[in-house]
């Protein structure tokens, strides 16, 4: 079967998802125009406030300003905003959208490379600006992600994008935002509810505690003797002796070494989480856990070495067959008591838990104590502070990115449309595949 045939048959089965929507805005900005004021609408700041019957100001794909009654210069479109709401676009704090497009064909899937140190390795250059899922998930009110490579120990830089653009250069708002490594595990059988971490891609499968150990114990003294390695080759780079030969691989790793760039830590149980604290301690790193699962197991700790949490979707099963039923839908509510700053990300390009899906899993948070504004803040300020751009996007403020939503409710709702996104100010094209189908099968003669 033919690419383009499986892509097909894929948007296909998801149509039913899809939902119609407004074709048009009154007063929006033609195509490649970045500049607007948007009147009369409800204003989501996140960083303030709501304003009734507000404005945002933009010029240039900057927000100029953002209030009550202000003037609106006269040589900006308007939007007319009656009835619809303005939010900051949402942030997807870690999956591989633009990456894999057919998790089951080879070929269409760019996250893993051969070896286990691959920290040169930078994910943008392999994000394809033409996948279908990108526009999918810009539809539902995503306008930036966290994108990763995957691996064995050390997997490579992840990237930080704009989900619109011709080019990867013309998306990427960091395209080193971070160096992505995975916690050595002690893989053991549990039971067959949940998979151990060890049946994580890259993970030691189910072994004996013992052959598990001695796996673990390998690994982590791989892992050491890297950093040491790096550590070594840095100040040997600094001195510049005769003959030095660059090392690609270990120039990658001398911004983490110095405090500049965080590891981003695949570390999902409670004694993953530990190590990798540990472990950070060791190295003098500056790191995020990811898919930290049993997080709310160790939240003091968390909390004592400042460490923000990019949790995995909150739509999925317990991690042990004998937590409560809602165990991860209760993580996020416990991280905001314990004041942990944390974000959530859809991580695997799973079809139930692709980025499309983002807003609905902070909504599931606050329907088992997550406040709401908290769950907006998960999914927009939250994920910039975490990857070091808070004062480019997630909130509507004025100087930042135009990256913002029109929508005709509340967000993290399903039944809410999204009339429009604009990425740094330029309205985003509507349409995409999983739409067309929808609206040609709706369509159809009986």
């Not at 390695?229 to 001398?254: C, E, N, T, V």
């Not at 530990?274 to 049993?294: P, V």
Request: hydrophobic share 40%; net charge negative; glycine share 10%.
């Amino acid at each position: 079967m033919r690419f383009k045939q499986l892509v097909t048959f894929i948007a296909t089965a998801s149509a039913v998802f899809a939902q119609p929507a407004a074709t048009g805005i009154s007063g929006a900005p033609a195509a490649g125009g970045d500049s607007f004021i948007i009147k009369g609408a409800t204003v989501h700041p996140v960083s303030g406030a709501d304003i009734q019957n507000g404005s945002v100001i933009v010029r240039n794909g900057k927000i100029l300003g953002v209030g009550k009654n202000l003037a609106a210069p006269k040589d900006l479109k308007i939007i007319d905003g009656k009835g619809l709401h303005v939010y900051p676009g949402m942030i997807d704090a870690a999956t591989e959208i633009g990456l894999v497009e057919i998790s089951s064909v080879r070929e269409t899937s760019d996250t893993t490379e051969l070896g286990k140190f691959n920290p040169h390795l930078v994910a943008l250059t392999a994000v394809n600006p033409e996948s279908e899922h990108i526009p999918v998930t810009r539809f539902n009110g995503i306008t930036s992600a966290l994108t990763m490579p995957a691996g064995q120990l050390i997997s490579g830089q992840v990237s930080l994008i704009h989900l619109d653009g011709w080019t990867t250069d013309e998306m990427g708002i960091k395209p080193r935002a971070g160096l992505h490594m995975r916690m050595p595990a002690i893989a053991t059988p549990r039971g067959n509810f949940a998979f151990d971490s060890g049946d994580a891609p890259g993970g030691g499968g189910r072994n004996s505690f013992t052959e598990a150990k001695r796996n673990f114990d390998k690994e982590m003294a791989e892992l050491n003797e890297f950093f040491e390695s790096a550590r070594r080759y840095m100040q040997l780079k600094a001195a510049q002796p005769a003959g030095f030969k660059p090392d690609l691989k270990l120039d990658a790793m001398i911004p983490v070494l110095e405090g500049k760039e965080p590891v981003l830590i695949t570390a999902v149980r409670e004694r993953e989480i530990k190590d990798a604290l540990a472990f950070a301690d060791k190295q003098k790193l500056k790191i995020i856990l990811l898919d930290a699962q049993e997080a709310w197991k160790v939240t003091k700790e968390i909390k004592e070495h400042n460490v923000p949490v990019v949790l995995g979707p909150m739509l999925s099963l317990p991690l042990n067959e004998d937590d409560p039923y809602d165990r991860q839908y209760t993580t996020p509510a416990d991280l905001l008591k314990a004041g942990i700053l944390f974000s959530i990300g859809t991580l695997e390009g799973n079809a139930n838990l692709a980025s499309r899906n983002l807003p609905f899993q902070a909504a599931q948070a606050v329907a088992f104590g997550l406040p709401h504004d908290e769950a907006i803040k998960a999914v927009t300020i939250n994920a910039a502070q975490i990857w070091g751009v808070g004062d480019q996007i997630g909130t509507l403020e004025e100087g930042k990115w135009a990256d913002l939503i029109l929508t005709d409710g509340d967000p993290l709702e399903a039944t809410t449309t999204v009339k429009q996104v604009f990425v740094k100010g330029k309205p985003s094209d509507m349409g995409n595949k999983q739409r067309q189908l929808y609206e040609k099968y709706i369509n159809r003669p009986n």
